[in-house]
């Protein structure tokens, strides 16, 4: 999945959430927290990979070994200081980044591919890039996963903005200091 969408996937889990726990649309602190954890994945090993300290892009980032600690001590953190609702929407964004990767690989058939999941123990060969996913009839074209990343990016957004675009007072606070 690329980088970007999922955002729009942890934005949208934690508006989920929000919602089905009743309380309407995600506050400002929270759904930033949602979307950071969505990100660190790939803030972590996009990097790395780009400097070529290691040959793929889905590392340690991306690992169960190093998600679920990194989770429960940041959910630790955040209840230490009286706001265990910044842990719990950090944990929906970075646990939705990892499971988002995994779907298209099942689909494919290259399951090989999420060896991400327990990196070091496991190998993680080099991606594979866009899955197809079949042809429009008639047209011979090719749909791929874009396509429906294209869907999730636009439904996030589309949400994200609907909601107030939570979030961004508070950038604009810490950029107006």
């Not at 970007?4 to 934690?14: D, I, K, N, R, T």
């Not at 090989?112 to 866009?130: N, R």
């Amino acid at each position: 999945m690329q980088p970007v969408v999922h955002l729009a996937v942890g934005y949208l889990c934690y508006a989920g959430y929000t919602r089905w726990h009743g309380d309407g649309t995600p506050d400002e602190a929270p759904a930033l927290a949602a979307i950071v954890g969505a990100a660190l994945p790939d803030l972590i090993d996009k990097p790395i990979w780009l400097a070529d300290l290691v040959a793929v892009g889905r590392t340690i980032g991306h690992s169960l070994l190093f998600a679920i600690p990194v989770v429960i001590a940041v959910w630790l953190l955040t209840r230490a200081r009286d706001r265990p609702v910044l842990g719990i929407a950090f944990a929906i964004g970075y646990l939705s980044h990892i499971a988002t990767d995994v779907p298209w690989h099942v689909i494919s058939g290259d399951v090989d591919e999420l060896g991400f999941l327990f990196w070091p123990l496991t190998p993680m060969p080099a991606y594979t890039g866009t899955k197809p996913l079949g042809t429009v009839p008639g047209l011979e074209v090719t749909v791929t996963t874009l396509w429906l990343e294209a869907v999730i990016l636009v439904a996030g957004v589309a949400l994200w903005w609907a909601d107030g675009r939570p979030g961004t007072d508070v950038i604009r606070r810490a950029l107006s200091r």
